[in-house]
């Protein structure tokens, strides 16, 4: 009887362990996919930001050609 009663302890155990585990590997599964949208938002806005500096620096550069054409 003792040895039937550890058995189902062990059982019970074993079960919680196990609903431990999904719940550790459906979490981990979530942090990934968090990360990955997050690391692909960044590397757009970094994107955008490099082609908004390019923009910026093509108008500067025109502004100054201009300037210069003006001075002389």
Known sequence: MQEANDLRSKERDYRAMQDQLLNLEQSFSRLNEEKRR???????????????????????????????????
């Open 38 to 72: 997050m690391d692909e938002d960044y590397k757009s806005r970094v994107d955008g930001n490099i082609r908004f500096i390019q923009t910026l620096r093509g108008e500067v550069d025109e502004q100054r050609s201009i300037y210069n054409e003006r001075k002389k």
